[in-house]
């Protein structure tokens, strides 16, 4: 993506997220929902730009079914979907060497996720995931604007 992207692009990350927002790789849990509600502004935020706006959209998404699901959401035609997944002793090679992933625990864990990538991009395995809608047709992100109670400040 570097390589290819544009000054003028979009790039929608989670993890460049949490690094403007000062999460670092080992950050604590309560860190990923303000990270999701910035990555899912972001995303909606694209509906309102001209279709011949490129936009980089960064995701760990296992199987083929995950990223079809994806490419819905995002409206994105196969042709234009680029799937990059680095060989495991590249990943290995790359969580070891960087100094941003302190201590062997963090590591190991970090080695776990790809092998679990792995598992489920060998068996197609989107894992658990939600529509976005519910039977109603109404969001079921609790983030959603439209899910917010009224009078709650806190957004």
């Given at each position: ?15 460049g ?8 790789r ?15 502004d972001?995303l909606?935020a694209?509906s ?11 995701l760990t998404?296992?199987s083929k079914a ?7 959401q ?5 042709e234009d979907l ?8 590249v990943?290995r090679?790359?969580i ?9 625990k963090?590591k190991?864990?970090q080695?776990?996720?790809v ?13 658990v995931?939600?529509s ?7 969001p079921?992100?609790?983030?959603h ?7 709650d400040?806190e957004?």
């Amino acid at each position: 993506m570097r390589l290819n992207a544009k000054p003028d692009d979009i790039v929608i990350d989670f993890d460049g997220i949490a690094r403007e927002m000062g999460y670092g790789r080992d950050r604590p849990a309560s860190s990923l929902e303000p990270v999701l509600e910035v990555r899912n502004d972001r995303l909606a935020a694209l509906s309102r730009e001209p279709r011949d706006r490129v936009a980089w959209v960064i995701l760990t998404a296992p199987s083929k079914a995950l990223r079809a699901w994806w490419r819905g959401q995002l409206n994105v035609a196969a042709e234009d979907l680029t799937v990059i997944v680095p060989p495991r002793g590249v990943l290995r090679s790359r969580i070891f060497q960087d100094p941003d992933r302190p201590g062997l625990k963090l590591k190991l864990h970090q080695m776990e996720i790809v092998d679990r990538w792995f598992r489920r991009e060998a068996a197609n395995d989107p894992g658990v995931f939600r529509s976005g809608c519910g039977v109603s047709g109404d969001p079921s992100d609790p983030l959603h604007p439209w899910n917010e109670v009224e009078g709650d400040d806190e957004h």
